[in-house]
């Protein structure tokens, strides 16, 4: 499974920018799908995730209201739609896969990693 990460760039606080996820080759037959950001010399944290179906989401409390996740699975693409954007939400952005449709917040749970896009939001 291939995981291309995209939309990335800089904003204004205020803004907002959507990014997408991609995911390519032997994808499993139903999977989440995740939303992590790792801000520079931090931990990777959570953000959010989404079940196969869509009918199951889950927001870190930082981003809960401001972000909205969804997929479509026509285009086994899965977006992230960042609103009211913060200077602390400045960070590397990786999507994942979670194998067997499981929304989880650890990210040991998750199979497949992308390499990641960068936002940045200045003040």
């Known amino acids: 499974v291939q995981l291309q990460a995209s939309g990335g760039g800089s904003v204004q606080a205020?803004?907002?920018l959507r990014l997408s996820c991609a995911a390519s080759g032997r994808t499993p037959s139903a999977?989440?799908?995740g939303w992590f950001r790792q801000a520079h010399g931090k931990e990777r944290k959570f953000v959010a995730a989404i079940s196969w179906g869509g009918s199951m989401?889950?927001?870190a409390d930082s981003v809960k209201g401001r972000?909205?996740?969804s997929r479509d699975n026509a285009k086994n693409t899965v977006y992230l739609?960042?609103?009211s954007l913060k200077p602390e939400?400045?960070?590397v952005y990786?999507?994942?896969v979670e194998k067997d449709?499981?929304?989880y917040r650890r990210i040991a749970e998750y199979d497949y990693w992308g390499q990641g896009t960068l936002v940045t939001v200045s003040s």
């Open 14 to 16: 205020g803004g907002s």
């Open 81 to 83: 739609q960042m609103n």
């Open 94 to 96: 990786y999507c994942a």
């Open 101 to 103: 449709g499981m929304v």
């Open 67 to 69: 972000f909205t996740i």
């Open 89 to 91: 939400d400045t960070a």
């Open 31 to 33: 999977y989440a799908t």
């Open 57 to 59: 989401t889950d927001y």
